[in-house]
């Protein structure tokens, strides 16, 4: 399924347990592709993220379809998650270093998507190894990139 180019913009917010007043916010501006599949009324956006602490580069996916998000990272830091707003998901995130258990609540699962631009918005709880560990916040705005 080939896509349109887009221009992200991705902004994840940690708010730490522990850390009523504080959260720390990180911003990310890259490229991707956005794919329509018409039949299944599902949309996927791909891009590429480099971790900061290896250099090592992951394929992000994530695939919006009836009200539910579902993100797949592939590379040296693989995890996937499933967003759906009240149901909360385990998995693992696998390191270099090993797996962790990892399990996710939303609290609020949004997009909106056409053929060229679109938003996600996605708020949940994390747990790491079965602990609380942080509230947390990603916003995704994607526009069409004027690179082919």
Not at 24 to 36: K, W
Not at 72 to 93: A, D, H, P, W
Not at 132 to 146: K, V
Request: with cysteine.
């Amino acid at each position: 399924m080939r896509g349109k180019k887009v221009l992200l913009s991705v902004t994840g917010i940690v708010q730490d347990a522990g850390m009523e007043e504080s959260s720390d916010e990180m911003r990310l501006v890259t490229t991707g592709e956005l794919c329509a599949d018409k039949e299944q009324n599902a949309w996927q956006l791909r891009y590429h993220e480099t971790q900061p602490d290896t250099s090592e580069t992951d394929r992000v996916t994530f695939t919006l379809k009836d009200g539910v998000v579902t993100m797949l990272r592939e590379g040296e830091f693989n995890t996937s998650m499933i967003f759906s707003q009240g149901n909360r998901y385990e998995g693992s995130y696998n390191t270099p270093y090993g797996a962790l258990e990892m399990g996710v609540f939303p609290t609020q699962v949004r997009y909106q998507v056409d053929d060229a631009k679109g938003e996600v918005l996605l708020k949940y709880q994390l747990d790491i190894q079965g602990q609380y560990a942080s509230m947390r916040e990603m916003r995704i705005r994607f526009t069409p990139s004027r690179r082919a």
